[in-house]
């Protein structure tokens, strides 16, 4: 298969699973049951849970200064700030592909290398991942029986396993590779992973590791209370249960992490996860849009400004 047809695949891929997803979802709960919580929503609570949105995005733009001061780079806040909305609107097309653009941003225009903005990058979200994990360990203490039942019903123990020898085997080789090659292929890849290293471990060698710590957990905070918050805009999910939130919570996470921006599938895992507690269908997929539709505003308008403004911004510097 050729670079092109491989790129066609990429774009083409997400795309027909986000519509065969939207499909789904609206053939099985037709518009005209939406739109009336749509009418009926609390936005004041709506706009409190965007806010929260708006606040850990612009504290993780914060946040990974931290990581670029061991390797001797200071970069404007501003930057940072658009290149994080730039990385949020870009994975509603290609996921993950927001996170290469960001590095980029970095790379043109405060001439961090590619791989070590990159590896910063990557680093950070070890430290996200590690949160989920924390809340997902929570949550597991708190309703065992439902979050053993999901994964049970998810993940085969063979297959993972399998997986797990297949990568194992795939990293060894490349060490290998790298090792003992000198070509010009292999002289490139060592220094892409120098790099990618030297970004990953940044956070270890951060002045301030407690500062990177806490606005870890406050964006993470504020991604809680932001779903929190926009449960009290629907009146039928008033007095939900605190287990329904954190699996609620938790399923729409990977969703938005394993899609493009968890582009109608979220409003379905959240109707799953919720119907665990009992939840009726119509109120949780209206929720589920709501939540989804409101963050997902935010990002258009500001992603789309920051494409704009970014090099306005840069050449007026």
């Known amino acids: ?171 060894a080789f490349l060490i290998v590779y790298l090792r003992r090659s000198k070509t010009k292929l292999a002289l490139k890849l060592k220094k892409f992973v120098k790099g990618l290293m030297e970004g990953v471990l940044s956070i270890f060698k951060m002045k301030h590791k407690w500062k990177f710590i806490f606005h870890t957990v406050f964006i993470w905070t504020m991604y809680l209370l932001m779903f929190y918050f926009t449960t009290f805009a629907v009146e039928d999910l008033n007095g939900i249960s605190i287990g329904a939130l954190l699996i609620g919570f938790i399923a729409g996470s990977f969703t938005i992490a394993a899609t493009n921006g968890g582009i109608f599938v979220y409003p379905l895992a959240i109707a799953a996860a919720f119907s665990l507690f009992s939840i009726p269908e119509n109120p949780s997929i209206a929720f589920g849009w709501i939540m989804w539709s409101s963050q997902t505003l935010m990002i258009i308008i500001l992603g789309s400004l920051s494409f704009l403004l970014l090099p306005i911004y840069n050449k007026i510097k």
């Not at 806040?77 to 990385?87: E, G, Q």
């Not at 997902?136 to 020898?165: C, H, M, R, Y």
Request: aromatic residues 16%; proline residues 5%; charged residues 15%.
């Open 1 to 171: 298969m050729n670079i092109a047809a491989k790129k066609v695949l990429r774009i083409s891929i997400p795309l027909l699973l986000a519509v065969f997803f939207g499909w789904y979802t609206f053939s099985k709960l037709p518009v005209e049951d939406i739109l009336p919580y749509f009418k009926s929503a609390n936005y004041g609570w709506i706009s409190l849970g965007m806010l929260c949105g708006f606040l850990s995005h612009l504290s993780r733009a914060y946040r990974w200064k931290y990581q670029l001061e061991p390797l001797n780079y200071s970069v404007k806040f501003p930057n940072s700030i658009m290149a994080v909305f730039i990385t949020y609107l870009a994975n509603y097309g290609i996921p993950r592909s927001g996170e290469v653009l960001r590095a980029a941003v970095l790379t043109n225009y405060e001439g961090v290398p590619f791989e070590k903005a990159f590896g910063t990058i990557v680093a950070e979200r070890v430290a996200d991942f590690l949160i989920l994990l924390f809340i997902v360990a929570t949550t597991l203490v708190l309703q065992f029986d439902f979050i053993f039942a999901i994964l049970e019903k998810s993940f085969q123990p063979k297959k993972l396993i399998i997986a797990g020898l297949l990568a194992i085997l795939l990293f």
